[in-house]
């Protein structure tokens, strides 16, 4: 696997090694010994897998806290997003900093997302399966969003009026959270 660093400490791509022949490819999507040959240590619990019937389906901006923060390694495995994840460690260099990547079936791109970011993805085919491991269970007292088109974190979206979901569409703007990232 490759690892590709981005302007954001920690977070990183990751390409994984992709073997193909005539009858097609294969490739590990996931290797705990390949991670922590390359120094990253983490012990994924669930998987969570989503799916998209529309173009321009926003999910995001999600995040847990406190000692239900999750970090996540997210893929696309059919279809096409742009997945954001925002540094919301307050005492990071790079706070309120994102990096987006294009994931698709074909680049069979990763995207592994520390504790202490906010994530969203967008879309960009009908039919998206998206699939994420955590290492952290789902907690619902320490969930919480910010809003997709929020003016501090100024998000590079590609689209004007996204799909998004009623709890989406209801979170509060950056400056109204109170946020607890170290």
Request: charged share 30%.
């Amino acid at each position: 696997m490759k690892l590709i660093e981005t302007k954001i400490k920690d977070l990183c791509i990751i390409e994984p090694e992709i073997f193909g022949d005539n009858r097609g490819w294969f490739t590990e999507s996931w290797s705990k010994k390949k991670f922590e040959d390359n120094g990253l240590f983490y012990d994924f619990v669930q998987d969570n897998h989503s799916f998209s019937t529309k173009k321009n389906t926003l999910r995001g901006i999600h995040f847990q806290y406190g000692k239900y923060a999750q970090a996540k390694l997210v893929r696309c495995c059919r279809g096409k997003v742009l997945d954001v994840a925002i540094d919301l460690r307050f005492n990071s260099p790079t706070y309120k900093n994102w990096v987006a990547v294009e994931l698709t079936a074909e680049n069979k791109k990763q995207f592994l997302i520390p504790r202490g970011f906010g994530h969203a993805f967008l879309t960009l085919t009908n039919d998206v399966d998206f699939l994420y491991k955590v290492d952290n269970f789902y907690d619902k007292a320490s969930e919480d969003s910010i809003i997709w088109n929020d003016p501090i974190l100024n998000i590079d979206w590609p689209v004007e009026n996204p799909i998004v979901s009623e709890k989406d569409s209801l979170a509060k703007n950056f400056d109204e959270q109170k946020i607890y990232f170290d």
